[in-house]
């Protein structure tokens, strides 16, 4: 990180057991110990050194899903991420269960184990459970944005300026900050007040409109696809920051928002729109527009996307289906035919993979070419051969539920190894650990700051 040789000092604040000033003058053991968990340090040690991201710290203040998966990208890359938490509430999803890993060592908590959802995002973060209500907490606050090179917050806009941790204070203290700013609507334009839920955000930029069954209501997509496209975008833009700082040794404000990246993920669906000025053309359940036959359909026992994407690939769907004569038929000759007449083909594909299973579907087409794929459930995807295969489920040890599966990072490096270093903490559990080695407190004064409230 980018240093500037100089203590900014606060302004002295009253009603705290530590006055601000007090925690922007002690002294900092920086570098003392990399900040990753780790069960074997030497092995971690070298581990982390080969990632993209080693070396830089984030602060991360945010909560549920667009923020929390921003984070865990930066820490699955190598960054060491302090995870601030509400001391006793923690991240909301952490009430977000059932179903939840049980705790299994006999420690009395508020939660009956640690739910899914919040395993699913918070892998290689440190938790300091901190309440910041009050000038103390602010100040902790103040100290490790000067310590970190990143700082990620999901607040509504604005709302962090009354403790004083917006960009415009935290980049007085720190110069060189990323500091990234993730919301519903973003910083401007006249729904920036709107609290930003990725279902709402899908009905409002026009992906739900898009989605589902043909002449059937609108659906939402499975899963909160429009968080994890804005914290996808977010850690772009924050790497992206990071390496323009390089040369200019200044951070910068970054504002992305659900809405935004909704718009942006609608790809050529919207530039048909621009293009032509018109509307969409609806819903399609699995079926595409202007493809076909492109879609899935029912087998003997479940169901299987294939695609007969161009003339080739429909005549290799046809011989496999053992009807040639399709290929030589009139009415399909071309994908428009086809496309004008969608129903009849749709139809006799169906009727045709309806007369065997899956399985069997899948060994007739192996080799073929032609694209397809059974329709998995989950637990079938999470017991693949091949993700199984890409590592993509990986095994740790949780400190209170045992043995956890936990999904993997999906990016794989020639020269690096993204992985899950540490599980996702438990709430508070790195407070004294945080504290101590990056602000260099000592036991006592974590003590004190935890019997008035402050941490936990």
Not at 90 to 102: F, H, I, K, L, V
Request: proline share 6%; net charge neutral.
């Amino acid at each position: 990180m980018h240093t500037f040789g100089r203590v900014v000092r606060a302004a002295p604040r009253t009603g705290s057991r530590y006055p601000t000033s007090w925690f922007t003058t002690r002294p900092c053991r920086l570098g003392r110990r990399d900040i990753s968990t780790t069960n074997d340090a030497e092995t971690q040690k070298q581990l982390v050194e080969k990632l993209p991201l080693a070396g830089i710290k984030v602060l991360d203040m945010t909560r549920v899903l667009a923020g929390p998966y921003c984070t865990q990208i930066l820490g699955d890359l190598g960054a060491d991420v302090i995870k601030i938490e509400h001391p006793t509430r923690g991240d909301d999803t952490r009430s977000w269960g059932p179903p939840d890993a049980p705790y299994i060592d006999g420690v009395e908590r508020p939660f009956p184990g640690e739910s899914a959802y919040y395993l699913s995002v918070n892998r290689n973060k440190k938790s300091v459970g901190l309440a910041f209500n009050n000038p103390t907490g602010i100040a902790i606050l103040h100290k490790l944005a000067q310590q970190c090179d990143v700082l990620v917050e999901n607040y509504l806009p604005g709302s962090l300026a009354k403790y004083q941790l917006d960009y415009a204070t935290l980049s007085k203290l720190n110069p060189s900050l990323v500091y990234a700013s993730v919301t519903g609507y973003g910083q401007t334009g006249p729904y920036r007040d709107r609290a930003g839920y990725d279902v709402m955000v899908e009905a409002e930029m026009g992906l739900m409109h898009i989605t589902g069954e043909r002449d059937r209501p609108p659906v939402k997509v499975g899963v909160a696809v429009t968080d994890i496209m804005t914290g996808m975008y977010t850690a772009i833009g924050i790497q992206a920051a990071l390496y323009s700082r390089k040369e200019t040794g200044l951070g910068q404000w970054i504002d992305a928002s659900l809405s935004d990246v909704q718009v942006a993920g609608l790809a050529n669906i919207a530039s048909s729109a621009l293009v032509t000025g018109k509307g969409d053309s609806g819903r399609w359940g699995t079926a595409h527009a202007t493809v076909v036959p492109y879609r899935a359909y029912k087998t003997k026992d479940t169901n299987i996307a294939v695609g007969g994407c161009n003339d080739r690939l429909y005549g290799i769907l046809c011989d496999k289906l053992q009807k040639p004569e399709w290929k030589t038929d009139p009415r399909f000759l071309t994908n428009a035919l086809r496309v004008q007449h969608r129903e009849t083909i749709d139809t006799l594909v169906e009727s045709e993979l309806q007369t065997k299973t899956t399985q069997q579907w899948l060994e007739i087409f192996e080799g073929s070419g032609m694209p397809y794929a059974a329709v998995n459930d989950i637990k079938g995807t999470i017991n693949h051969e091949h993700v199984l295969a890409r590592g993509m489920i990986e095994e740790v040890d949780h400190p209170a539920v045992g043995k956890v599966k936990l999904v993997n990072h999906p990016v794989k490096y020639s020269r690096a190894e993204p992985r899950i270093r540490s599980p996702p903490p438990l709430l508070g559990q790195h407070t004294d650990e945080v504290l101590m080695d990056v602000l260099g407190l000592g036991a006592e004064e974590v003590k004190g700051l935890r019997e008035t409230g402050v941490v936990a």
